[in-house]
């Protein structure tokens, strides 16, 4: 695959992208390693949402990362693990060593009865061995689904019903920072409410002492004793799932994004190449975890796919100091480094005195993701870790579209602080105004869209294909529609302007309002919640819930409690940053709780709420106008 080498070569490719997608995608799948060649490379239609990319052909994802790598690069790194203990030794594995591994692992999974199309669920550390499920699951047909493991038992026994999941696999523990967190328990605790689990696999982490259930549990060392070092990979068709990613939908129940073999096999691999501008013997590090869509395209995927050198970590960027990312950097000379703001922002908040031992130079690409990286963030980054002379790629892309889609490619489009820049090729980004008209030209603001598909574009949401319509594709017509904001600058450049609806942008980690509000519901005294995201100088965005509740306890303690059923029901990553408890919430006459004004008091912005004398309760917006300046 020929990567892009300058800027009137991207224009050039762009262009034929746009006015021969069929032509420009082929030459780029004509790269990789088919059990059947296609028989036509586009099919589509937005209004059903039936999408066929290289339409009957046939292939397996991992021979596109093994076979057709291990002539050359057999004996090149794959992967450097690095684990949360930096005294702990790092981990070097070859591609034949992964394959090897993979193939155990496949073996093993076919000998406890997993076939083609089996749902597995994947929760897990950030360790060799994730990746591995991962690859093995694709090898033998097997759809996987990675679940954070930071999520609670409840978050985990709901994704495991909603795609009938076969088999876990997981470990007895996970190291984070200073921590050691029991996994399995949580595991245990899921599967009391799951009734299609047969098998549950775990992997000796942390060697606490767990529960064993008989005939169901077994260690994964035990599984891959003994087995082959080789096992043909499965014939999958191009449009066969490869993965499910829950994502946090707006009405509260996660949405399984299923993604399918071949067009996201391209899609990523080429993404990764051109972004990040890869060579052939340099060192990559995502600091992601396969929990994320990030993971799996940028750490797992498209680095494997192009023969890379992809770097794990297990830990956090602030143990045992807040020099470790730094430290990390320069230890294995780091050339191409991708994170997110929020780690940014945690990291630029201490200063730079833990710079002064690093000296960074390896580094060539430095990158954001997960949510729009704001100016202060931006020119921190690239002027003390990219040190003025690297290319910053501010990617925009999102879990549904599983690869990069507006980037700039690293050293060869100008770079604009803030600004994701331009569209990849094969992309069609238009912005539409709330009616769905498009604003052309430069200078315009509004809604982001995408009129033509690309190979990584989700499929359906698992069992539900309607609801994938309802979401995506409904609200304007004949288009994809992002729930971003954007805004397009007097040179064309794009500028993301975050969320649209009511789904939040916490950390880089998307969290429907919904979602919370359930959870915060299902603490006994509440009788309803709000909840709405606001600016965060840390996360870029926090999660404010207005709460009202029936008790007599001291307000303090009903918080607490609160905080504490979110962490049970979602997890910690969802828990409120504030909550302030209300006697009302502003409602129209028909009962619609006025969000855009509690947004406003939670941003400190108390001038701009509009009329609100139409609502059923207007003095409400004075009490918690009174409430919130007290916080």
């Not at 093993?108 to 997993?114: D, F, N, P, R, S």
């Not at 979602?570 to 509690?598: C, E, F, N, Y």
Request: glycine share 8%.
């Amino acid at each position: 695959m020929e990567r892009i080498k300058s800027l009137s070569e991207y224009f050039k490719k762009y262009e034929l992208s746009q006015n021969d997608p069929e032509k420009f995608w082929s030459e780029i799948a004509n790269s990789f390693t088919w059990k059947k060649k296609w028989d036509k490379v586009l099919e589509w239609d937005f209004k059903n949402l039936d999408i066929n990319w290289f339409k009957n052909a046939k292939l397996n994802i991992t021979e596109n990362i093994f076979e057709r790598n291990l002539k050359d690069r057999g004996g090149k790194t794959a992967i450097i693990w690095e684990p949360n203990d930096p005294n702990e030794s790092a981990i070097n594995l070859s591609y034949q060593e992964l394959y090897e591994m993979t193939c155990k692992f496949s073996n093993a999974l076919k000998k406890k009865g997993v076939k083609k199309g089996d749902r597995i669920i994947i929760y897990m550390p950030m360790v060799p061995e994730a990746a591995i499920a991962m690859l093995a699951c694709a090898r033998v047909g097997a759809i996987h689904s990675v679940v954070f493991a930071g999520f609670s038992s409840s978050s985990l026994a709901d994704r495991i019903n909603d795609c009938q999941a076969k088999m876990v696999l997981t470990s007895d523990g996970n190291f984070r920072g200073s921590k050691t967190i029991s996994v399995k328990p949580i595991v245990d605790q899921a599967l009391e409410k799951c009734s299609t689990i047969e098998n549950v696999i775990v992997l000796e982490r942390t060697k606490q002492t767990v529960n064993m259930v008989e005939g169901r549990d077994h260690w994964w060392h035990d599984c891959v004793k003994g087995e082959s070092i080789e096992c043909e990979a499965e014939s999958l068709d191009s449009e066969d799932m490869l993965f499910i990613l829950y994502t946090s939908g707006s009405t509260g129940k996660p949405k399984g994004v299923v993604h399918s073999s071949a067009g996201y096999m391209v899609y990523s691999s080429y993404t990764f190449l051109n972004v990040f501008q890869y060579d052939e013997n340099d060192i990559y590090w995502c600091t992601a975890d396969v929990g994320w869509i990030t993971g799996h395209s940028y750490i797992v995927y498209g680095p494997l796919l192009c023969g890379a050198t992809s770097v794990m970590f297990e830990g956090v960027p602030t143990f045992p100091n807040v020099s470790r990312f730094w430290d990390i950097v320069d230890k294995f000379k780091i050339n191409q480094f991708y994170t997110a703001p929020t780690a940014i922002r945690a990291l630029q908040a201490h200063g730079l005195e833990p710079l002064k031992n690093n000296s960074l130079e390896s580094l060539r690409v430095i990158g954001s993701v997960g949510e729009p990286i704001n100016e202060e963030a931006w020119h921190w980054y690239h002027d003390n870790i990219g040190k003025g002379n690297c290319p910053l790629v501010d990617t925009w892309w999102q879990t549904e579209t599983g690869g990069i889609m507006i980037s700039a490619l690293a050293g060869i489009t100008p770079n604009k602080p803030a600004h994701a820049s331009l569209p990849l090729p094969g992309i069609h980004p238009v912005i539409v105004d709330s009616e769905g008209n498009e604003l052309k030209g430069n200078n315009v603001q509004g809604n982001l869209c995408i009129k033509f598909p690309w190979p990584s574009i989700l499929r359906t949401t698992y069992g539900d294909h309607q609801r994938c319509i309802n979401t995506y594709f409904s609200n304007y017509k004949g288009m994809y529609f992002t729930g971003d904001g954007v805004k397009r600058d007097h040179d064309g450049y794009l500028r993301i302007l975050g969320r649209v609806d009511d789904v939040m942008n916490v950390s880089g980690h998307r969290m429907g309002t919904a979602e919370v509000e359930n959870a915060i519901n299902e603490h006994e005294e509440v009788i309803e919640s709000a909840v709405v995201g606001y600016p965060h100088d840390i996360k870029g965005e926090g999660i404010y819930a207005y709460v009202i509740v029936n008790s007599n306890s001291s307000i303090d303690i009903i918080k607490k409690e609160i905080t504490d059923v979110v962490r049970r029901v979602i997890g910690p990553i969802a828990k409120p940053d504030k909550i302030q408890i209300v006697s009302g919430l502003p409602k129209t006459r028909s009962g619609k709780i006025m969000r855009r004004i509690l947004r406003k008091v939670a941003s400190n912005d108390f001038q701009n709420l509009g009329d609100t004398s139409t609502l059923l309760n207007p003095d409400v917006v004075e009490e918690i106008i009174k409430g919130a300046k007290q916080k």
